[in-house]
């Protein structure tokens, strides 16, 4: 160190030039960096959907959900699995393990799993989709095209010509559209005219399927060239559909398609409609590359809509987003950007009241030069500028000027003015920094290993504050004496006594030594009314003390949903959720930055539902509104409750936070369904004074339901797989076969007019073929009866299960109350499992990761400080000023009226290094022999270190203080609970610094002056 810095002092163009390279290093840095709405988390969740048009979830359940399952119960690594098998539609979600580790062998395997399913139904033409749930997975951007007066069919054409200008963007690598209806080619039967003319419906589709060619016959080869022969014969067209023969004979009679019915080319049914701020409309969902930035990507999104709006202003077409994940980002951004110059502008104003301009100046460039080095080391370790990584940067920002502070009190009140003097001075300080950085390094270091999805999120925290630790450490130590080689040295006394600031501090020294003496002098009284005070505030802190893992006052989203009785159609539901649109524009219009409503959803969009709708509010920024987002909820459902066509209605608030479900969720598990409903209309009926209580049994409308007879088919010789085919063409049709289009397909479906008539006799002139060729009418074939069937089969791990869910629950003694009914419960059903889970659980669970750590923190940093000073006691001691920090946290937090979050338990844990650093100045040099000789040799030498540990915490507290309030940027509910325990903690763990330090060394070396 000693040769280096005396190298450095004969080269000073090397330092310079090495400046200004890290300086060009991290301009370049910041143009490779990405910025991120969070952190690129993988959830650790895949999602298995497979499409079975037009089946009964009975049917999806027997011939996707079951055999899906069958394969991947196999798959190791699995924590659980769950299935929802619904009309059309099979849905299985896998959790993998987080202890298993390997995550990415269990994704293989879950796939060549699911290659080995081989006996899906025919008419399943897709193979099962797999989506692995993470953050880049996730839509970034949607813009919504309406209009009152365009047709459905020129708004999807504009739609696709945005859509490709949209493409073109290179960070932009899919945009889905949503709200889009495909149209189909309907072959609409009459099954009257089909009897008169004794044509079943198989007849009809073989001879579409028969005329709907496209193939290559062979090729003509001669020496000059070749020819290949194509044949085609594409019904594209409802003229040629209609023309299509489906029986002639030798007289040329012929029955054509349009002989037995009806032929349209249109719009398939809606099954969702969607609105944009209360319009509906077409959607595009956009997703960007993985690597790329998301604010430059959107900024290009919104250029290019931009110039799509001048292009189309003659038209009447409204352009609206409702999304735009790059939104929280931004505002982070503005916020940390606006912080740290105020910040910057308060510790610059302290050191110059403090030291003289020029010192002040070189000491504030370790803040910009240590950042720098962020942004150099960011991009080569695969970190983004995210909501959390931010959140790193808040906190080292107030650390950064420690170090440089401590060098430059060294180097003012060396003796001399030589260059051996200044050296000597920086190595007289670069043990006890090394000692603090380290101390801090190893604070942050438990963060990595907090476990589950919570370690994911805050990852980059520690990454974060390591770099700029390092960057600071450099600065301070190698390039800062560099700078200050100039500067003339001179007691502290004399240097102090030249302006007001250091006239100050002489002041404040003079004080404190006095006060010192005097606790020491009387050190019994003063330690019990320390600790007496102490008590008082820790009885403050932890009256009514609350802790959430995410607030949720701040959010800028808010999910609203809904249902209406069964029976009812999609068109209905859609008149409900206007009325809930209008309450929004009515009575929250000035907190709301835009809505969306899909109408055919449930809230977490798993499966169709005609009578569900969900809305999506994005509300104002939280500093440009007065009331929180809990206000907000607050007053809606307050208002919803007029609304009387609402079956039921619910809202969850989405604090940012990653997902974490429902607060509580209870699964049922038992193949008895009635047994299963009676549990749940139990616990429903003792739980709900706990909060929202829900269920995922929901029975469909009243359904036909035939029950084949079996004697009769295999007498007349048929069998079941005939008959279905026949009834499911009947009512609701059946695809068979497309036109491609471009990138579009048109179907060609085959159904019958019978749905139109209603369900009076439905099985009225239907008949099937059988093995003979003869028609057998099929009301001899099966039995007809009404019956409610559920509209989802869910199986928990395989088995069937329903799963009762809780939200908002207040009560603190609710975990116990619930323990007690589920206990009942299972004593009155004794065949029937309950498993509890959910977010209750989760949080307890990762309030205790987030406290270990802490804990581990502490312990690492003692026996570290064990090893260094080969000492029990002396660590201790250090340490000591740890709880009396989190007594201040605790106090802090309760003054403020704000709930301690995760948050702010990761600065609880890294103000356990910043506050030991400073403790470490202390003891470092109150174990000097001169200093516990005496009474006046304690206040002596704690008065020395009065001022280096006075500067660092108010320089750090400042540094914090415009995040904490929001002078300029606002506060922010990811980051001002962090930098409050660490300010709080800070400011509290000084004071023990300061006094308890010195006055527990008056009790440890007693003698005759002591």
């Not at 950042?371 to 906190?395: E, H, Q, Y």
């Not at 709301?592 to 899909?598: C, D, G, N, Q, V």
Request: hydrophobic share 40%.
């Amino acid at each position: 160190m000693k040769a280096l810095l005396k190298y450095l002092f004969d080269n000073p163009l090397i330092t310079k030039f090495t400046f200004i390279i890290i300086l060009v290093g991290a301009l370049i840095g910041m143009k490779n960096l990405k910025r991120t709405s969070y952190p690129q988390v993988d959830l650790h969740k895949v999602i298995i959907t497979t499409f079975y048009p037009d089946a009964s979830p009975n049917d999806v359940e027997v011939n996707i959900t079951n055999n899906l399952e069958y394969e991947l119960k196999k798959v190791e690594g699995v924590k659980y699995y769950t299935s929802r098998s619904m009309e059309g539609q099979s849905t299985i979600t896998m959790v993998l393990d987080q202890e298993y580790g390997d995550f990415q062998s269990v994704k293989d395997n879950i796939y060549r799993a699911l290659g080995k399913v081989r006996n899906l139904p025919s008419r399943v033409t897709q193979r099962p989709k797999v989506m692995e749930m993470k953050v880049d997975n996730f839509p970034i951007y949607d813009v919504a095209l309406i209009s009152n007066e365009m047709s459905e069919e020129e708004v999807i054409e504009v739609t696709k010509k945005l859509r490709r200008k949209i493409l073109q963007i290179p960070e932009i690598y899919k945009a889905e559209v949503s709200g889009k209806r495909e149209k189909e080619f309907q072959i609409i039967l009459d099954p009257k005219k089909l009897t008169l003319y004794d044509i079943s419906f198989e007849d009809v589709i073989n001879a579409v399927k028969g005329n709907q060619i496209r193939a290559t016959g062979g090729t003509i080869e001669s020496f000059v060239n070749e020819k290949k022969i194509i044949t085609l014969s594409e019904m594209d067209t409802p003229k040629k559909l209609r023309n299509i023969i489906v029986r002639s004979n030798y007289s040329g009679k012929k029955v054509r398609v349009s002989d037995l019915g009806e032929v349209s080319f249109s719009f398939s049914k809606k099954n969702i409609m969607t609105s944009y701020n209360g319009d509906e409309g077409i959607g595009l969902w956009l997703y960007k590359v993985p690597s790329s930035d998301i604010i430059r990507t959107i900024d290009k999104v919104r250029k290019v809509i931009a110039d799509f709006k001048e292009e189309n202003k003659s038209r009447d077409l409204k352009i609206v987003n409702t999304h735009d994940l790059s939104s929280e980002t931004r505002s982070r951004l503005e916020m940390v950007y606006s912080n740290i110059i105020m910040g910057l502008i308060l510790i610059l104003a302290i050191l110059i009241f403090f030291f003289n301009i020029k010192l002040a100046l070189w000491v504030c460039v370790g803040i910009p030069f240590s950042l720098a080095f962020l942004m150099i080391a960011m991009p080569l370790l695969g970190l983004t500028l995210n909501s959390i990584s931010l959140c790193g940067v808040i906190v080292v920002l107030g650390m950064i000027v420690d170090d440089a502070i401590i060098v430059s009190e060294a180097i003012y009140s060396r003796e001399g003015n030589s260059e051996e003097s200044l050296i000597k001075a920086v190595l007289g300080v670069a043990r006890p920094i090394s000692i603090t950085i380290l101390t801090t390094i190893i604070s942050f270091i438990p963060i990595y290993f907090i476990p589950g999805m919570m370690g994911q999120f805050t990852a980059e925290i520690p990454s974060v504050v390591i770099i700029v630790l390092l960057g600071s450490f450099f600065e301070s130590l190698i390039f800062l004496p560099i700078h200050l080689r100039n500067i003339k040295s001179g007691t502290v006394e004399e240097l102090r006594a030249t302006h007001l600031g250091k006239r100050t501090m002489n002041f404040l020294e003079s004080q404190y030594s006095k006060f010192l003496k005097k606790l020491i002098s009387k050190k019994e009284i003063a330690l019990v009314s320390l600790i007496s005070i102490l008590a008082l505030f820790l009885s403050i802190g932890i009256y009514k003390f609350k802790f959430q893992m995410f607030p949720e006052f701040q959010a800028q989203r808010i999910y609203l949903y809904g249902d209406v009785e069964r029976g009812k159609t999609l068109e209905y539901t859609a008149q409900v959720a206007k009325k809930v649109e209008s309450v929004l524009q009515n009575v929250v219009a000035g907190d709301i930055k835009s809505f969306r409503t899909r109408v055919g959803r449930n809230y977490e969009g798993q499966y169709h539902c005609e009578q569900c709708f969900y809305t999506k509010l994005e509300l104002t920024h939280f500093n440009s509104r007065e009331r929180s987002a809990l206000d907000i909820e607050s007053k809606i459902l307050e208002e919803i409750k007029g609304i009387s066509e609402l079956k039921s209605f619910g809202s969850r608030i989405d604090s940012g936070a990653p997902p974490r479900g429902n607060d509580l969720e209870l699964v049922i598990l038992s193949d008895n369904e009635s047994k299963r409903v009676d549990v749940i209309r139990s616990l429903e009926s003792k739980l709900k004074e706990l909060g929202e209580v829900s269920n995922d049994f929901i029975l469909g409308d009243s359904s036909l339901v035939l029950r084949p007879l079996y004697e009769k088919m295999s007498r007349m010789g048929t069998n079941v797989q005939e008959v279905a085919k026949s009834l499911r063409i009947a009512f609701s049709g059946e695809f068979i076969g497309f036109i491609s289009k471009g990138d579009e397909r048109n179907y060609i479906k085959v159904t019958s007019n019978l749905s139109d008539k209603g369900f009076g006799a439905p099985l009225e002139d239907l008949s099937v073929l059988n093995n003979q060729g003869r028609k057998i009418p099929l009301k001899k074939l099966v039995s007809l009866q009404e019956e409610k069937m559920p509209v989802v089969l869910t199986h928990y791990n395989g088995e069937n299960s329903n799963t009762l869910s809780i939200n908002k629950i207040s009560r603190k003694d609710a975990k116990e109350v619930i323990s007690k009914i589920v206990k009942d419960v299972k004593s009155e059903f004794s065949d029937v499992d309950i498993i509890l889970k959910g977010r209750m659980f989760k949080d307890r669970e990762g309030r205790a990761n987030l406290f270990l750590g802490a804990l581990i923190t502490c312990l690492i940093i003692y026996f570290s400080l064990v090893i260094l000073y080969k000492s029990y006691l002396l660590p201790l001691l250090i340490c000591s000023s740890v709880p009396v920090g989190l007594i201040g946290i605790l106090f802090s937090f309760k003054i403020h009226g704000a709930p301690l979050s995760a948050l702010g338990l990761v600065g609880i844990i890294g103000f356990i290094g910043v506050v030991i650093n400073d403790a470490l100045l202390m003891v470092e040099v109150m174990k000097e022999p001169r200093s516990i000789e005496s009474i006046d040799g304690l206040a002596r030498g704690a008065t020395k270190r009065f001022a280096p540990i006075f500067l660092t915490t108010i320089t750090t507290v400042f540094g914090l203080l415009p995040s904490i309030y929001g002078f300029l940027g606002g506060t922010d509910a990811f980051i001002s609970p962090m930098v409050l325990s660490m300010g709080s903690g800070l400011l509290f763990g000084t004071i023990s610094d300061l006094i308890l330090i010195p006055l527990v060394f008056g009790f440890i070396y007693r003698d005759k002056h002591v």
